[in-house]
């Protein structure tokens, strides 16, 4: 669960293998402040969530100041090889306007669109309030509207 959740929020890039195993060590770590064992998967997964945003974020400042190169998402690691032509190309501009967006924004539209999440439970795994997840759900929705028309416009 937590490596797919990883790939997904990445969007199937390298560095998955170490968000899944940063967040397994915070869990560790963090272990004792479990207060229901019965929500582990939950709490794992919130973990999961927060150091992800937090990863996006650090990646696109790095990105911005010169010390790391832009590595752009592979969607043929993350679409299905029986996926039809014309589905796969609608998805790779997906993923490249995916891409861009801020990572709170990818976050919370992943959670929704790709983990079919409810807005309380994105609200809870990012550690928001619900008004703020439908602004960041309604940002990114209109960033995708937008570059779709863009793209459609002759």
Same mark, same amino acid.
């Given at each position: 669960m $937590? *490596?797919?959740l990883?790939?997904r929020? =990445?969007?199937g890039?390298d560095?998955?293998?170490d968000l %899944?195993q940063? %967040?397994? $060590?915070?869990?560790?770590t /963090? *272990?004792?402040?479990l207060q229901?064992?019965?929500?582990?998967h %939950?709490w =794992? /997964?919130?973990i999961v &969530?927060?150091?992800a945003?937090? /990863? *996006?974020?650090?990646?696109r400042?790095l990105t911005?100041l010169?010390?790391?190169r832009?590595e752009?998402?592979?969607?043929?690691? &993350?679409?299905? $090889?029986? !996926?039809?032509?014309? @589905?796969a190309?609608?998805?790779r501009h @997906?993923y490249? #306007?995916?891409?861009? #967006?801020? !990572?709170?924004e990818? @976050?919370?539209l &992943? =959670?929704?669109?790709?983990?079919?999440?409810?807005?309380l439970?994105?609200?809870?795994e990012?550690?928001?309030?619900?008004?703020?997840v439908k602004r960041?759900l309604?940002? !990114?929705?209109g960033?995708?509207?937008? !570059?779709?028309?863009?793209?459609a416009a002759?």
């Open positions: $937590v *490596l797919a990883s790939q929020v =990445l969007a890039r560095d998955a293998d %899944a940063d %967040a397994f $060590v915070y869990a560790f /963090r *272990l004792d402040t229901n064992p019965q929500a582990f %939950a =794992l /997964r919130s &969530v927060r150091t945003s937090k /990863r *996006l974020r650090r990646q400042l911005r010169g010390l790391r832009s752009p998402i592979d969607p043929d690691s &993350v679409i299905a $090889v029986e !996926a039809p032509p014309d @589905v190309a609608e998805l @997906v490249r #306007l995916i891409e861009r #967006l801020p !990572a709170e990818r @976050v919370a &992943v =959670l929704r669109r790709v983990e079919g999440m409810e807005l439970e994105i609200a809870e990012m550690k928001l309030s619900l008004a703020t960041r309604a940002a !990114a929705e960033r995708l509207e937008r !570059a779709k028309a863009r793209r002759p």
